[in-house]
C-alpha cells in the first residue's frame, strides 16, 4: 500500500484528470466501477467550484449561456485551483482569465463585467464599519476642510470601464431582458460599488468626481484630490453623496481624528 | 479516554431541558432566511457549514447573528481536512476558532475525509484509506484541533464510492478507535452508512452493533438518489430529496440502538421550502418519541 501522503497525491491527479492518477488496481473490488466512482468524486470537485463561480458571476453566465460558462470555468479552475476551503474566497482570478479567454474574445467587454460582479461580491462580504451621517463635514472648520482626509467603508470599491455596463448590470438585477442588451454601444462607466446596510449600491460618477474619489480613497488630503480631478468643478454634490450613502468612516483632521 | 463534553441530548429541545427527550435541526439556508424568522418552526437548533461564514462582514454574517439569537448552532465544518498527511491549516482552523468563539456553537464537527493536498483544496470528502498510518494521522489532526478550539468535536462517517485497495481497519472500528483516543465524538450520518453499504458492502448491521451510545453526539439523515447503470446501481449522497424509507428504518434501528441522539435533517441542492424540511424533522422526532416510549414500556414491564 501506498502511505497516506502517495495516495492522496495520486487521488488528486486521478480526481484532477492529470498523469500519475490511481487505477483501478488501488481500489478494492465494490459496487461501483473505478471509472464510476471517480467520476463522482472528480463530478462533485468542478461542480461546486463551476457552481461557486455561477453564483459570484451571474452576469457572466447569462450572458455567455450555462453550457459556455460551465466549458470556461472548467478551463479556469484546473489553472487555479483553491487554496482555500471558503469558496467566497475563490474566483477573484477569474475576470482576467475571462478576458483573455480565446472563445469569448466576441465579447470584449466580459472581462470589465466580470469585474463589477466581483466587486459587487467584495463589497457584499467586506467587515462592517460604523459611517458617518452627512452632518459630520459641517463640523470641520472652513480653514481645515482642504486638509483632511477621508476614511472609506471597507466595501466602497472604484470601477473604470470603456463600456457601459450600468444598463446590463440593471437589466440582470430587474429580471429583464439582458440578451436583448448583450450588444451595448461603447460608453464608458464609471462607478462607485459599496453596500449600505444590506444592499449593494451602485453610483455613476463623472470623470472629475471618479478622479476626485481615486484620489481620496489614496488618502490623498481633500485639497490634493480636487486639484487632481481638475479643480474646476464644484464636489458639494458628490461630496453630500458620499455622506448620504455612508462611504465614510471617519474624517482624520491633520491634528486628531473626527468621531 | 477523555471524557466526552457532550453526549446526546446535550442539546436543547423543545420539550424542555429533559436529557432523554428528542432534539431535533435542520441544515440553516440563507434562502430560508426571512421563512424561518417568521414562522414557529418547532426546529431546535440550526446547523451551517462555517467555511460559508468566515467572510469580515456582510449581510450572510450579520443573519447567523440573529439566527444564533433565536437558534443554538452546530457548526459542521468542511474544511478542516482532518484525514491529510500535514498538520491542519492553520489559517483555516484560526478561522473556525473565532467563529467559535464568537457564536460559542452547541456542537462542531467535520468528516473522517480530506480536503486538502498539499496547498491545493478540493472542494469534496474524499476518502480516507483505514490503516493504522492514516489512524494515527487522524488522531493527531483531531487532538490538534480540539485543542486549538478548546472543547471537543465530533467526526462524520463518509460516505463512500471507492474503497482504497489494501485496508487494514474496518470504518467503524476506526472511527471507535479515533473516538476513545482523542476524546471526540461520532456524528453518526445515517444515510452516509446506508450509501456506503450498498456501494461499497459495509455490513449495516454490523456496524450498527458496535456504536455505543456514549460516543455518538448527532446523528444525520439527507436524501441521496440512485443512478442506473449497466454496472449496477449506485448511490449518490446528494442531499437533494427526502430522506428515503429506507435509511427511515435503519434510523429507526439507531434510535432504538443509542438513544435519542440529536437528529439533523441536511438538505443542500434542490433545496425545498422551509416546511419541507421541518416536516422531516418533525418526522425525525416522532421517531425518537415512539421509541422513547417504547423503552418506557419495558423499563415498566
Known sequence: MNTLREFQNAFRSAVLSQPGGLGEADFAPGNVPFSAGMAIYRNNVFAKLIDALGDLYPIIKRLVGDEFFAYAARDFISAHLPRSPVLADYGDEFPAFIEGFGPAQSTPYLGDMACLELAHHQATHAADATVLDTGALKDVAASALSSIRFQFHPSCRLLHSDYSLKEIWQAHNKDGDIEQLADIAPGEARLLILRVEERIEMRELDPMEFDFITALMAGKILGVAFEESGGDWNPQEILADLFGLGAVTNINLSGGNYG | ?301
Open chain 2, 1 to 301: 479516554m477523555q471524557s466526552l463534553a457532550i453526549k446526546g441530548g446535550a442539546l436543547p429541545s423543545a420539550h424542555g431541558k429533559d436529557p432523554v427527550s428528542p432534539s431535533v435541526g435542520i441544515g440553516f439556508k440563507p434562502v430560508h432566511y426571512d421563512a424561518i424568522l417568521k414562522t414557529k418552526t418547532g426546529i431546535d437548533w440550526l446547523e451551517v457549514h462555517p467555511e460559508n461564514y468566515m467572510s469580515p462582514g456582510g449581510p450572510f454574517m450579520a443573519h447567523l447573528e440573529i439566527m444564533a439569537e433565536r437558534y443554538p448552532i452546530s457548526l459542521h465544518a468542511v474544511g478542516l481536512s482532518p484525514g491529510s498527511p500535514d498538520p491542519v491549516d492553520a489559517v483555516h482552523l484560526e478561522r473556525l476558532k473565532a467563529l467559535v468563539d464568537r457564536f460559542q456553537p452547541a456542537l462542531v464537527s467535520d468528516h473522517l475525509a480530506w480536503s486538502r493536498e498539499s496547498d491545493v483544496f478540493l472542494p469534496d470528502l474524499l476518502p480516507v484509506p483505514y490503516t493504522k498510518e492514516a489512524l494515527n494521522a487522524v488522531c493527531d489532526n483531531v487532538s490538534h484541533i480540539q485543542d486549538v478550539l478548546g472543547r471537543q468535536i465530533l467526526i462524520e462517517n463518509p460516505s463512500s464510492y471507492l474503497r482504497p485497495q489494501g485496508e487494514e481497519i474496518d470504518e467503524v472500528a476506526f472511527l471507535i478507535a479515533l473516538a476513545e483516543q482523542t476524546g471526540c465524538g461520532i456524528l453518526f450520518d445515517v444515510n452516509n452508512l446506508y450509501v456506503s453499504s450498498e456501494n461499497t458492502g459495509l455490513d449495516m448491521a454490523a456496524y450498527l452493533a458496535a456504536l455505543s451510545p456514549e460516543i455518538i453526539g448527532e446523528i444525520h439523515l439527507a436524501g441521496h438518489k440512485r443512478e442506473t447503470s449497466s454496472g449496477g446501481d449506485i448511490l449518490i449522497d446528494d442531499h437533494g430529496s427526502k430522506v428515503r424509507q429506507a435509511v427511515w428504518d435503519l434510523y429507526s434501528r439507531a434510535i432504538e440502538r443509542l438513544g435519542p441522539v440529536p437528529t439533523l435533517i441536511e438538505w443542500d441542492t434542490d433545496i425545498p421550502e422551509l416546511e419541507v424540511l421541518v416536516s422531516e424533522a418533525a418526522k425525525a422526532r416522532a421517531i425518537i418519541e415512539q421509541s422513547i416510549l417504547e423503552r418506557g414500556n419495558e423499563h415498566a414491564a
